[in-house]
C-alpha cells in the first residue's frame, strides 16, 4: 500500500489522515466496514485549510480507527520502510511530498510515528482545533495535530486550523490562538523518571542527546518522579476503550458502510457485518470497552478511570507548575519491525504508557527529534518554542 | 383479601421546539415525506457532534416548575447502548446522572402524585414494515426530536387516577407551551403490581410498555389487576419482573421477548456535550416566561364570575381561553363570552368538526356587542357566527347585507303591522274569539314580511295594540 488511500490533487502540499472527513472523498479510518463511505461534508480543520489557500494533496492510510502504534491495522495494509513499521503521515513529510500533515491522535500513533520519523508532531491543547469532521473513537481525549517537518511549519498550519468552533460542543471560546515563539533561555524541563526507566537504551540515548541539547540552550533539564504513569495508562486505554465501543456502534450495516452478503435476520446482519468488517485490534478494543461499561464494572472500571483522570491532571499541573515542560520517551524503541496482529492489543497497550499522559488531560504534546515535551493547557507555543530552539542547533 | 393496585408511569412527551435536540434539523411537527427532515447527524453518520437545542433545556425546565419539582442547576447528558435500526448511531443520549429537574408532585383531586424525575432525551426513529418486500423500512425524521420524560414515583391507586393524572398533565404541558401533546405524542410506560390493602411492600411488577391511547391504558391497567389478583389468588400463573406490551385486538397485555428486556444500556456521560449549568439569572428568566396553569386560569375565570364547571372547559384548552382572554381584552363581559364560546363557537366547530377553536377574536367580539346592545338580534348573531365560521365573513357588512340589523324605523314597523292585520281579518277575528294562537301567525307573517330585521319586543307590542283596537 501506498502512503495514499486516496489521492485527491497531485500538487497539493497538505495530506489529511482518513479518519478526518473531506466532502466527496471517501474516509475509511483504515476499516473495511467503511470501504465505501463517502462523507457529506469536510471538517473544520480541512475547510479552514482550504479557505486559507491550502490544497489538499489526498487521503493517507492509518491504521483501523487511529487504535493502534504505527497505522499497521490498516485494511489497506502496513506501511514499511525496509521491514521497519513506519506512519504514513510521518513518512510524506519526512520525504519532503508534502509540507505538512493533518493526523488525528488518539492512542499516540503520530506522536509514535513522528519520533520515529524523526519529524515533528504536535497534539495542540484539547479544545483549541475543532473535533468536527474527526470519525470519532475517544472524543474525551482525541485530537486533531499537525505533522511537520520543523517547529515553525507546524505552527504555521497550527495557526491557521486552531479557533472556536460552534459545531463542536467542547470547542474552547478563543477564536485565535498566538503561538508566539519565545526565548528558551532560563526555562525548566522535567524528565519524567518512570518513563525514561521503561525506555530501551536506543531511545534514552536519544533523550540524553536533547538534555544536553537543552543545556545547551540555557534550559535547566531535572529528574522529576511523576507516581501516576500506570495508572494513566491504564485509565485512559479503560476511557478510550469505552467510548470507541460506543462510537463504533454506529457501523452496524444498516445505514452505510459494510454489510454482509446474506443475513437472515437483523441480528444477523448486525453480527455478521461487524464481524467481517472490523479487524482483530478494533474487536478487541471494542469487548474490552463493553466490559468496562457494564452495569458491574461500571464504577470500578469506567467512573474510577474517570476519578483518576482527575488525580493525574492534578499530578502533572502539579509538575508544569514549576516547570515549563515534561521531557520523556514517546515510544519504548526506537523502530519497530511488523508484528503479528494477535499481539496487538498488548504491544498498544504496553507502548500507551508514554502517550496516555496528554491523552488523558488534554494537554499538549509535541513530538520532535525522537523525543516527547508536554507543555501545561495553552502554552502550545512553550513546546513549539523548545522544538525550535533545538532544530536551530544543528542548523 | 382485599388487593390495592400500584402503578407508576413514565411519561414521555415531545417538546415544541422549533429544531431537533443536537442538530438543526425541523423539530416534531415540520416533517411532512419519510427522512425529509435529517441531516447526518441525526442520522448518525460519523463526524458529527452534537450542539444542544436550548429552547429544549428551557421547556424542560419549564415542565419542572409547572410539576413542582427542584431544577438541578448543573445537568448532564449521557449515552444509552443498544442496538436497533430505528437508532442510527446506536445509542440514545439521555440523561441517566443528572437529570434536568426531580422531586415534584401533582395534585389530582385529594391525593398528591409524586414526581421522580423529569429528564430529557432524544426520539428513536420509526421502522415501517413493509409485507410485500418482507422488508423493513427506516424513517429517521423523529430521530433526535426532543423529548421529557416525566417519571412518577408508585402512587396511583387506580386506573382512573392514572387517566386524571395523564389529562391533567396534558392540559398543562399545553397550557405552558412545553408541547402539543398531539395524537401518539404523549407515550406512556406503566408500571404495575398488586398487593394486598394495607401492606406496605410492593408486589411482582410488570412493565407495560409503550401506550398511547388513554382508553387503552384503562383498559390495560383493569386487565393487569385482574391477571395478578388470580395469580396471587388463585395461582394461575407466577409472577415474574417482565415487560409487557398491550395487544388491543386480543384485548390482554402480553409478555415482551426476554431478549428485549435483559440488555445493559452501558449508561456513560457523553464526553461531547458539556455539563449544562443553569445560573440563577437564567432559570429567573425562564420561571418569568411561565404563563398561567390551566388551574390558575380557572381560578381566574371562576373570579371573574364564570361558574366553575364553565371556567374548568375554558382554562383546559388553550386555544378556548386565549379566545376568551381576547375577547374579554376587547371589553365584552366575561359571562356572555363565556357563553358565546362554549354554547356557539363549540356547535360551529362539533357542526363543521373543527378540533380546534380558530376564530378571529374582533370578529367574535363585535357580534357579541352588536348583540348585548341589541344592534341585531341573538338569532342573527348565531346566523353571522355561522357565516364567520363558515366562510370568514366581515360581521357588519354580513349583517347589513342580510338585513339582520335590528334598529329599522319604527314607522315601517307600524305600517307592516298594520297592513298584515288589514290583510287578513280570519286571523284577527279568531284572536278576538280566544284563540291566542292566532297572534303567532301574525307575528310570524311580519317578521317575515321584514326579513327578521324588527326588534321582535317591539313588533310584538305594537301587534297587540292594534288587535285590541
Known amino acids: 500500500m501506498g502512503y495514499f488511500v486516496n489521492s485527491i490533487n497531485p500538487s497539493g502540499k497538505i495530506a489529511v489522515d482518513d479518519t478526518i472527513l473531506i466532502k466527496g472523498t471517501p474516509a475509511t479510518a483504515g476499516s473495511k466496514m467503511l470501504e465505501n463511505f463517502t462523507p457529506l461534508f469536510s471538517a473544520e480543520a480541512v475547510e479552514r485549510l482550504e479557505k486559507a489557500g491550502y490544497e489538499i494533496a489526498g487521503k493517507t492510510n492509518v491504521g483501523e480507527f487511529g487504535l493502534d502504534l504505527l497505522g499497521e491495522t490498516s485494511f489497506f495494509g502496513a506501511n514499511e520502510e525496509d521491514g521497519v513499521l513506519a506512519g504514513a503521515a510521518a513518512s510524506l513529510v519526512k520525504k519532503g511530498e508534502v509540507k505538512a500533515a493533518l493526523s488525528v491522535d488518539l492512542n499516540g500513533a503520530p506522536r509514535r510515528a513522528a519520533a520515529l520519523a524523526g519529524v515533528d508532531f504536535i497534539k495542540p491543547t484539547y479544545g483549541t482545533v475543532s473535533r468536527y469532521g474527526v470519525i470519532a473513537c475517544a472524543c474525551s481525549g482525541e485530537q486533531i495535530g499537525v505533522t511537520a517537518p520543523d517547529a515553525e511549519t507546524a505552527k504555521e498550519i497550527l495557526s491557521v486550523i486552531a479557533g472556536h468552533d460552534s459545531k463542536d460542543g467542547t470547542s474552547l471560546p478563543a477564536e485565535k490562538y498566538d503561538y508566539a515563539l519565545t526565548d528558551v533561555k532560563g526555562m ?90 472490523f479487524g482483530f485490534l478494533t474487536k478487541a478494543t471494542i469487548i474490552y470497552g463493553s466490559d468496562v461499561l457494564s452495569k458491574s464494572k461500571y464504577d470500578a472500571c469506567y467512573d474510577k478511570s474517570m476519578r483518576i483522570r482527575r488525580v493525574v491532571t492534578e499530578k502533572v499541573k502539579a509538575v508544569l507548575a514549576s516547570y515549563d515542560a515534561i521531557l520523556a520517551p514517546a515510544c519504548s524503541q526506537a523502530e519497530y519491525k511488523a508484528y503479528d496482529v494477535l499481539d496487538s492489543f498488548e504491544k498498544v497497550f504496553e507502548e500507551s504508557v508514554f502517550t496516555a499522559i496528554p491523552s488523558i488531560t488534554g494537554l499538549p504534546a509535541m513530538a520532535t527529534k525522537g523525543v516527547q515535551l508536554i507543555a501545561d493547557s495553552y502554552k502550545d507555543n512553550v513546546l513549539l518554542s523548545i522544538a525550535k530552539s533545538v532544530e536551530g542547533l544543528e542548523a | 383479601m382485599k388487593y390495592e393496585l400500584v402503578i407508576g408511569l413514565e411519561t414521555h412527551v415531545e417538546l415544541s421546539t422549533a429544531s431537533k435536540l443536537f442538530c438543526s434539523c425541523g423539530g416534531h411537527s415540520s416533517p411532512k415525506e419519510p427522512n425529509d427532515c435529517v441531516c447526518p447527524a441525526c442520522c448518525g453518520m460519523p463526524g458529527m457532534l ?179 389478583v388470580d395469580a396471587l389468588e388463585r395461582h394461575t400463573e407466577v409472577l415474574v419482573q417482565e415487560t409487557r406490551r398491550w395487544d388491543d385486538v386480543k384485548r390482554r397485555t402480553f409478555p415482551m421477548r426476554n431478549k428485549e428486556t435483559a440488555a445493559d444500556y452501558r449508561y456513560f456521560p457523553d464526553p461531547n456535550l458539556m455539563p449544562i449549568v443553569i445560573d440563577d439569572a437564567w432559570l429567573e428568566e425562564i420561571r418569568a416566561s411561565m404563563p398561567a396553569t390551566a388551574e390558575e386560569q380557572s381560578l381566574r375565570y371562576t373570579e371573574m364570575g364564570i361558574p366553575e364547571k364553565e371556567a374548568m372547559v375554558l382554562a383546559s384548552d388553550r386555544k378556548l381561553s386565549d379566545t376568551f382572554d381576547e375577547v374579554v381584552a376587547l371589553g365584552r363581559a366575561p359571562k356572555s363570552v363565556a357563553s358565546w364560546i362554549l354554547t356557539e363557537c363549540m356547535g360551529n366547530m362539533k357542526r363543521l368538526e373543527i378540533d380546534e377553536l380558530n376564530i378571529d377574536a374582533a370578529k367574535l367580539a363585535r357580534i357579541i356587542e352588536l348583540v348585548d346592545t341589541n344592534e341585531i338580534t341573538r338569532p342573527a348573531g348565531k346566523k353571522v357566527l355561522s357565516a364567520v365560521f363558515e366562510s370568514d365573513v366581515d360581521v357588519d357588512k354580513y349583517c347589513e347585507e342580510n338585513g339582520l340589523n ?29 284563540k291566542t294562537k292566532a297572534m303567532q301567525a301574525l307575528f310570524g307573517l311580519i317578521m317575515r314580511e321584514l326579513k327578521g330585521t324588527g326588534d321582535p319586543v317591539v313588533i310584538r307590542t305594537l301587534l297587540e295594540q292594534e288587535l285590541n283596537k
Open chain 2, 406 to 434: 335590528v334598529k329599522v324605523d319604527e314607522s315601517l314597523i307600524l305600517t307592516t303591522v298594520q297592513r298584515i292585520v288589514a290583510e287578513n281579518p280570519d286571523a284577527v277575528a279568531n284572536y278576538k274569539s280566544g
Open chain 2, 50 to 228: 452534537p450542539v444542544t437545542n436550548k429552547h429544549a433545556i428551557e421547556l424542560a425546565v419549564k415542565a419542572g416548575f409547572m410539576l413542582n419539582c427542584k431544577i438541578n442547576q448543573y445537568t448532564t447528558f449521557d449515552k444509552k447502548s443498544y442496538y436497533y435500526p430505528d437508532l442510527p448511531a446506536s445509542y440514545q443520549t439521555t440523561q441517566w446522572f443528572n437529570p434536568i429537574c426531580v422531586d415534584g408532585s401533582v395534585e389530582i383531586g385529594d391525593r398528591t402524585i409524586g414526581i421522580k424525575q423529569i429528564h430529557l432525551e432524544e426520539d428513536a426513529g420509526k421502522l415501517v414494515h413493509d409485507d410485500a418486500t418482507n422488508t423493513s423500512l427506516v424513517d429517521y425524521n423523529r430521530t433526535s426530536v426532543p423529548l421529557i420524560e416525566i417519571v412518577s414515583r408508585p402512587d396511583f391507586r387506580s386506573a382512573d387516577e392514572v387517566i386524571t393524572y395523564l389529562k391533567k398533565l396534558k392540559s398543562s404541558l399545553q397550557f405552558a407551551g412545553i408541547s402539543e401533546c398531539e395524537e401518539g405524542a404523549m407515550r406512556c410506560d406503566v408500571n404495575i403490581s398488586v398487593r394486598p390493602e394495607g401492606s406496605e411492600e410492593f408486589g411482582v411488577r410488570a412493565e407495560i410498555k409503550n401506550m398511547s391511547s388513554l382508553s387503552e391504558i384503562k383498559d390495560a391497567i383493569e386487565f393487569e389487576k385482574v391477571r395478578h
Open chain 1, 188 to 277: 525548566k524541563v522535567a524528565l519524567i523518571k518512570e518513563l525514561y526507566d521503561l525506555a530501551s537504551d536506543a531511545v534514552k540515548t536519544g533523550i540524553d542527546k536533547y538534555a544536553a541539547s537543552l543545556k545547551a540552550l540555557g534550559v535547566t533539564v531535572e529528574d522529576v518522579s511523576l507516581d501516576i504513569v500506570k495508572e494513566a495508562q491504564t485509565a485512559w486505554q479503560i476511557l478510550m476503550s469505552a467510548e470507541t465501543t460506543n462510537n463504533l456502534s454506529r457501523f452496524d450495516g444498516v445505514k452505510y458502510g459494510h454489510r454482509a452478503a446474506e443475513y437472515k435476520n437483523i441480528d444477523e446482519l448486525y453480527v455478521k457485518s461487524r464481524t467481517e468488517g
